[in-house]
């Protein structure tokens, strides 16, 4: 009768061991999936901002100075005319098959992109414009209140700027 008690305690101490050790190693693996899939989010909305950033770049100054921005925060990318331009682009190539728009647009919508496009300077010279390209969003796995936010900037200078009469 002692034999069988001694062990039953045996079995309740190394069971015991291996709760206290397999855990934190459970929740080790979990914190790491829920970080790598935070950085998956994150490596989209930096491509995100820098594709439209990138498409401002290449757009025509005096069509820049025409769509800038009233304010610093900007406005919804989708209803920027310049930045709308580039993401209607951009989905248009990424997309091959309606299964494929379909994940892409599952996928896209915990994101929300602003652009501003602004003077820099005093007075009402437009020729050095700022260019941001804001994007934030929520994931799934971090349950976070506020929104993640990854902002670009560039200044894009009227291309005549340099050349001296």
């Given at each position: 009768m002692s034999r069988r008690a001694v062990g039953?305690?045996?079995?309740?101490?190394?069971?015991?061991?291996?709760?206290?050790?397999?855990?934190?190693?459970?929740?080790?693996?979990?914190r790491n999936a829920a970080l790598g899939a935070g950085q998956q989010f994150r490596m989209l909305a930096l491509a995100r901002a820098s594709l439209i950033l990138e498409g401002m770049l290449v757009t025509d100054h005096r069509e820049l100075r025409r769509a800038r921005t009233l304010g610093a925060d900007g406005v919804e990318a989708s209803a920027h005319p310049?930045?709308?331009?580039?993401?209607?682009?951009?989905?248009?190539?990424?997309?091959?098959?309606?299964?494929?728009?379909?994940?892409?647009?599952?996928?896209?919508?915990?994101?929300?992109?602003?652009v501003a496009i602004q003077p820099v300077g005093r007075g009402d010279s437009d020729d050095l414009l700022e260019l941001s390209a804001v994007v934030l969003w929520r994931t799934p796995v971090d349950g976070s209140p506020a929104p993640h936010r990854l902002g670009l900037t560039a200044l894009f200078a009227r291309p005549d700027l340099t050349v001296t009469r």
């Amino acid at each position: 009768m002692s034999r069988r008690a001694v062990g039953l305690v045996e079995i309740l101490v190394a069971m015991g061991l291996m709760c206290a050790v397999v855990i934190p190693l459970v929740m080790l693996i979990q914190r790491n999936a829920a970080l790598g899939a935070g950085q998956q989010f994150r490596m989209l909305a930096l491509a995100r901002a820098s594709l439209i950033l990138e498409g401002m770049l290449v757009t025509d100054h005096r069509e820049l100075r025409r769509a800038r921005t009233l304010g610093a925060d900007g406005v919804e990318a989708s209803a920027h005319p310049i930045a709308a331009r580039i993401l209607a682009a951009a989905a248009r190539t990424v997309v091959s098959s309606a299964d494929q728009e379909r994940a892409l647009k599952s996928q896209l919508s915990f994101y929300q992109e602003r652009v501003a496009i602004q003077p820099v300077g005093r007075g009402d010279s437009d020729d050095l414009l700022e260019l941001s390209a804001v994007v934030l969003w929520r994931t799934p796995v971090d349950g976070s209140p506020a929104p993640h936010r990854l902002g670009l900037t560039a200044l894009f200078a009227r291309p005549d700027l340099t050349v001296t009469r």
